[in-house]
């Protein structure tokens, strides 16, 4: 014989219900979207992180290659000054006023020069990007003391740095202005500067 199925009561209905309701409202009071959308968040925000570190590191590697390089140029640079400095000191730089400086130094020394003093360009270094220049001056009657001022003075005035005395002719002259024997003389100067 076949049984019948069970009624069920009203409580086991009502029983029933309140169950499932309780079951809604428990998976209601734990809502999986948070948890998923979360755990979304995390993973873009770790992907970010990465990616915002390896862009920082190729930064990071860009800059220093680059100080290094800047840094290599500044060198050339200080090295170049520091050799543009030495040549300067050896009196290499142009001066164009290096015959006036010569007359300024034999005035003060008490010696009169015929004339003005001669400048001249003569052999040219092009690869070094130089050329020799002559400076020519005569004096009459002069006293050797000073002579000799004079050109110890052109040789050791920072001024005129790289002056050369290249020929110097003494032939004895008339008497000066004090009744001294005098001298005549020729001197020509020679430097080298850049073009």
Known sequence: ?????????????????L?????????????RWI???GSLLLIAST???LASFSTLAGAKGQAEKDWKGTRAVQDMKDRLDAESAKLAARG????DRVGA????????????????????TMA????LKMQQRQYTAHTLNQDPENIFRWLIATQTSPEMAGLEISRLVFRPGGPTSN?????NVDVQFSRWEMK
């Open 47 to 49: 992907i970010f992180a």
């Open 124 to 127: 040219a270094a092009s690869q």
């Open 35 to 37: 948890i998923v959308l």
């Open 179 to 183: 009744n001294t024997p005098g001298w």
């Open 19 to 31: 169950a499932m309701a309780a079951a809604n409202a428990e998976r209601a009071n734990k809502p």
């Open 1 to 17: 014989m076949i049984d019948a199925p069970a009624t069920s009561s009203p409580t086991d209905d009502a029983r029933l219900e």
């Open 101 to 120: 400086q010569i007359e300024a130094a034999a005035s003060a020394m008490g010696v009169v020069i015929s004339g003005s003093v001669g400048d001249s």
């Open 92 to 95: 290499t730089a142009r001066n």
